[in-house]
């Protein structure tokens, strides 16, 4: 702080003083900003009013730089696998008493369960939502005191990851200059040594996800949470009749009655699995029995065979037997079941 003070030489005799204060200065003041105080002495001499005299002491108000990092959703970002463009939103508040710039960059953690792919950062549009139309940034230009700007991170996910894999990142925000509009200043440092006339710079930012207090960077923590399905198919067929015994110990004989069972189960805690597509070529051997037809979203009888609870659904055309079944849940399994007479 500068301080300048004069006062003028009293004369003798008996003087009252009165001091003129300036209201407190509230935490926020800007930076640069000059305060005065001034003090007034009245007096008399010889019961006649002598000129007043007036003491000014003046300083200005050195930079306090602060800012924050928060995540604004929800504790985790949940994602499936092969998603692109997943988002975190974060808020970025600059509580400094001065506009400053803010460098930003999107790190991932070490140690978690995988690395999303193609991050960038975004500066929100007004509607908390990535449509692609956002503009990629590396840095806030200009952020003035108190004001708020909210930023995507975003990300793809690759398709090989599975249910329940955590990707961590952390978005930090580092202080920089913001003397020059358009571009980025340099990284802002405290002022050493002695207090001095010019307009000193304090960091006074706290210790984020992985920096410390009063380094002029600050981070906060996100993720990104894998929900997908866990499916497990299973394969089996058994003999129904032949040609010879009938349905009493049938053997896979020509003219016998195959019945083909495919059992999709999906593990508890998954993700529930749509749009379930099966499609069974026939081997030339067998002829596809269109009697019967084909029976979809049955049970399974817990040795991998269907119970003979489906419904008739599916399609049989060029050799291939297909059908779609109803979304499969957590912890649940549906089948698909048909018959083919061995040639």
């Not at 301080?3 to 030489?9: D, F, G, K, Q, V």
């Not at 008399?44 to 306090?64: L, N, P, Y």
């Not at 710079?201 to 984020?208: H, I, S």
């Amino acid at each position: 702080m500068n301080r300048r003070s004069t006062l003028a030489a009293l004369a003798a005799g008996t003087a009252m003083v009165a001091l003129q204060t300036a209201p407190a200065v509230a935490e926020g003041t800007t930076a640069g900003t000059t305060i005065t105080n001034t003090a007034t002495v009245d007096y008399r001499v010889g019961g006649v009013d002598q000129t007043e005299i007036v003491a000014s002491d003046s300083f200005d108000v050195d930079r306090k730089v602060n800012f924050l990092v928060t995540r604004v959703s929800a504790p985790t970002t949940t994602v499936v696998p092969g998603q692109t463009n997943a988002v975190i939103a974060f808020d970025v508040t600059n509580l400094s008493n001065a506009a400053i710039d803010l460098a930003l960059a999107a790190a991932q953690v070490s140690g978690d369960d995988f690395n999303v792919n193609n991050v960038a950062i975004y500066l929100d549009d007004g509607n908390g939502t990535f449509e692609g139309t956002e503009t990629a940034i590396t840095y806030l230009d200009e952020i003035a005191e108190d004001a708020t700007v909210r930023v995507l991170v975003v990300a793809d996910v690759a398709l090989t990851h599975n249910n329940g894999e955590i990707a961590d990142l952390v978005l930090s925000a580092t202080a920089r200059e913001g003397a020059t509009p358009g571009a980025a200043g340099s990284v802002i440092a405290s002022s050493s040594g002695a207090n001095s006339a010019a307009v000193e710079t304090v960091l006074a930012d706290g210790a984020g996800a992985d920096d410390g207090a009063s380094d002029g960077v600050f981070g906060a923590s996100g993720s990104y949470t894998v929900s997908a399905a866990t499916l497990e198919v299973t394969k089996t067929s058994r003999v129904i009749s032949d040609t010879v015994n009938a349905a009493t110990n049938p053997k896979a004989i020509p003219g016998a009655t195959i019945e083909y069972c495919v059992l999709v189960d999906n593990a508890p805690g998954s993700a529930t699995a749509t749009n379930v597509t099966i499609t069974d070529p026939l081997p030339g051997d067998l002829t596809f029995d269109s009697t019967f037809g084909i029976r979809i979203n049955g049970t399974g009888d817990g040795a991998g065979n269907c119970n003979q609870d489906g419904t008739a659904g599916g399609s049989f055309s060029a050799g291939t037997v297909s059908g779609t079944l109803s979304d499969i849940a957590a912890g649940e399994a549906r089948t698909l079941y048909f018959r083919a007479t061995i040639n």
